[in-house]
């Protein structure tokens, strides 16, 4: 804290009184609980209602949304190419395959897709930028759904347009530490079930 502020003079005056080391904290976890300890009386504490950010953050004005549907259908159509021009099944591709590198490929698709078809959504974000005429004959985002439905039916995936809605409403949904011990959990086991497959090839091998 400044020396030169009003509270610092304060606190000088005061006789026998050590200047206070305070901090404000403030937190913003998705899943925080309405109840506050009540102990200490010289604060105030104010939780936001649920279901607020979506309404005071310009980006999750159906842009997230967006985002979302064409980074599905980007990722579908590059898993399709690949097992398409490649002997590798779907599984292989994105087990030992898919890295960080392809992702921001396709992260990149997607978002080029978001920016040609903002019009939807610069509308909910800066509606008086934009002309009302320009959103007359705008379309939903039904092809966007249809677009990935035909991409999975061509990799012999089933699934159905509440799939697809139900997959960008999840990505919505943050992951508890235990739901994250889980992934961990399950991706430990993955990784050694492979190293283990891959330690009896070599033996087999060595035996012939």
């Known amino acids: 804290m400044p020396k030169r502020t009003y509270i610092t003079k304060e606190e000088k005056s005061l006789p026998g009184h050590k ?3 305070d901090r404000l904290t403030l937190l913003s976890p998705p899943r925080l609980g309405r109840r506050v300890d009540g102990r200490v009386q010289f604060y105030q504490c104010k939780v936001l209602p649920p279901n607020t950010t979506p309404l005071i953050q310009p980006m999750d004005q159906q842009v997230i949304s967006n985002f979302k549907k064409f980074y599905t259908k980007a990722l579908f159509q590059r898993c399709l190419e690949v097992t398409s021009d490649t002997e590798l099944t779907l599984r292989e591709f994105w087990e030992n395959h898919f ?20 019009e939807v959504s610069m509308e909910e974000l800066w509606p008086d930028t934009v002309p009302e005429h ?27 347009s509440d799939d697809v809605e139900e997959l960008v409403e999840d990505h919505q949904t943050e992951l508890t530490t235990e739901e994250l011990q889980n992934v961990l959990t399950e ?9 283990l497959l891959k330690r009896r090839e070599e033996q087999v091998f060595l035996l012939h």
């Open 19 to 21: 200047p206070m080391k």
């Open 99 to 118: 890295n960080i590198l392809y992702c921001l490929h396709v992260i990149d698709k997607a978002w080029r897709d978001v920016s040609q078809n903002d």
């Open 134 to 160: 320009v959103f007359d004959d705008i379309e939903e985002d039904a092809p966007i759904v249809e677009d990935i439905l035909s991409l999975g039916k061509s990799m012999c995936l089933e699934m159905s």
């Open 187 to 195: 991706q430990q086991q993955a990784q050694l079930r492979n190293c």
